[in-house]
């Protein structure tokens, strides 16, 4: 379970660390109106996706890797492909920011507008949304159910792990939600000035974890 753990863990907070679902969440839950009630439903609708994302995960892992003569093999295939096309969307997303005008800018962060999204299902499917597109995160996700998939520990450990990877991997958007929550007040202020920071710097934050885990699943490939 340890070994497990070891290889799941890592994944699991690279696939965690997602600038756009944080900064949407982050600015409904500074919002004056209806805060936590619409930053319960994003957060639905984020870990609606990473249910789903699980499933599969899991599924198509486990047919992939289900016969052990073709586990290596396979599992190096898989991951070598993760791992290449992290690098790919790092590059991709250096070169769009290389291109981006203002106006473009505007078009990207308009999805996080509060005041469209006001509705509960709105908030819900935002959470879909953002998630739906959040690549680097699926990309390390999936790799993580791999993992489990593929482990021969019992059907409890893999079902302890897979809780673990999920509670992960979801607190970009279960962290602040809960902070709301414990500190109404001061989270609202706090949340408005790291909205700032983490719209301002997410290219940079996405790219970093892009690179080092793309790099990460190409060297475990091998």
Request: aromatic fraction near 6%; glycine fraction near 4%; charged fraction near 15%.
């Amino acid at each position: 379970m340890s070994e497990l753990l070891a290889k799941v863990i890592p994944l699991s907070l690279g696939a965690a660390i997602s600038p756009t679902v944080l900064a949407v969440g982050l600015l409904i839950l500074s919002a004056p109106k209806r805060a936590v009630i619409r930053g319960t439903t994003y957060t639905a609708g984020v870990m609606s996706i990473l249910a789903v994302l699980t499933a599969v995960g899991l599924k198509l892992t486990h047919h992939a890797t289900s016969v052990p003569a073709a586990r290596q093999p396979i599992t190096r295939a898989i991951d070598a492909t993760f791992g290449l096309v992290l690098l790919l969307l790092a590059l991709s997303t250096v070169l769009q920011a290389m291109s981006t005008d203002k106006e473009s800018a505007a078009a990207t962060q308009s999805p996080a507008d509060p005041d469209k999204h006001s509705s509960l299902w709105a908030a819900f499917v935002l959470g879909m949304a953002m998630m739906m597109t959040n690549f680097s995160t699926i990309l390390l996700y999936l790799p993580a159910m791999r993992e489990i998939s593929a482990s021969r520990v019992d059907l409890s450990d893999k079902a302890a792990a897979v809780c673990v990877a999920f509670l992960i991997t979801s607190m970009a958007a279960t962290l602040p939600l809960a902070l709301r929550l414990i500190a109404p007040s001061k989270s609202a202020k706090w949340f408005a000035s790291l909205h700032t920071l983490v719209t301002r710097y997410q290219r940079q934050i996405a790219v970093t974890i892009e690179v080092i885990f793309g790099a990460y699943l190409l060297l475990k490939a091998l």
